[in-house]
């Protein structure tokens, strides 16, 4: 089964706490993406990588960081800096110039 | 700069209607775009695409139409079933191949 999974589904934290959301696929795509979503809100792009060990920030950059060891992984960590960290995380991959598929998104709660 | 917005926040139709989901965009380089459907809770699905050489294309019960000269897109759902209601956005690609998303349009479709 070809796709992109993101783990866990739900997840909660207390404030003052670091995670690190998972995002996988195995597409063979060289880009990755990471968004934020609000509430009634449209998808906000915070890094992206369009190779291995390469990375850009994208508009929202700022409490977030990210690595690409691997071209299959892409992980987010919400650091402590981020102000408002509670929201929908969704990860994408594509071919360049072509759809960017999605996972089913993962729900951070910071209490 | 570069921006994709929508005209409709919330569009209720019969079942069995067509839809018509309107987007506008302002990057007239822009030659690359997409529609996704969001079900609550989930991530986007892609549902038909468009590259700015052609001005309409269909897929299964949808078509995308592309307007340049007004920089106008729209999606069209044919006998609309109560399956697709659901959030749309449309996105618009960016020279770094990044996607720009508008804020969406709410399709409900009444029994």
């Known amino acids: 089964d070809g796709g992109i999974t993101q783990s866990p589904k739900y997840l909660f934290r207390k404030e003052g706490q670091n995670v690190t959301l998972s995002c996988e696929q195995n597409?063979?795509?060289?880009?990755m993406y990471w968004y934020r979503q609000d509430p009634g809100q449209g998808l906000r792009l915070i890094y992206y990588?369009?190779?291995?060990?390469?990375?850009q920030k994208g508009d929202i950059a700022e409490g977030y960081s990210v690595s690409r060891e691997k071209k299959e992984s892409f992980p987010l960590t919400v650091t402590s800096a981020q102000k408002n960290p509670t929201a929908f995380y969704l990860c994408?991959?594509?071919?360049?110039?072509?759809?960017?598929?999605f996972g089913p998104g993962t729900r951070l709660t910071v209490t | 700069g570069e921006s994709v917005g929508l005209h409709l926040p919330t569009l209720s139709v019969q079942e069995g209607d067509n839809s018509i989901i309107n987007c506008a965009y302002s990057?007239?380089?822009?030659?690359?775009f997409i529609w996704y459907k969001q079900e609550s809770g989930k991530g986007p699905q892609f549902i038909i695409d468009?590259?700015?050489?052609?001005d309409k294309r269909q897929g299964q019960r949808v078509t995308v139409l592309l307007n340049k000269t007004v920089k106008h897109l729209s999606l069209q759902i044919a006998a609309t079933q109560p399956g697709d209601s659901a959030v749309y956005f449309c996105?618009?690609?960016?020279?770094?191949?990044?996607?720009?998303f508008g804020s969406g349009t709410r399709l409900l479709v009444r029994p």
């Open positions: 468009i590259r700015s050489n052609m």
């Open positions: 996105a618009e690609e960016d020279s770094s191949y990044k996607l720009i």
């Open positions: 597409l063979n795509h060289d880009a």
């Open positions: 990588s369009q190779i291995v060990n390469d990375f």
């Open positions: 994408a991959s594509s071919t360049p110039a072509y759809e960017q598929y």
């Open positions: 990057n007239s380089a822009s030659d690359y």
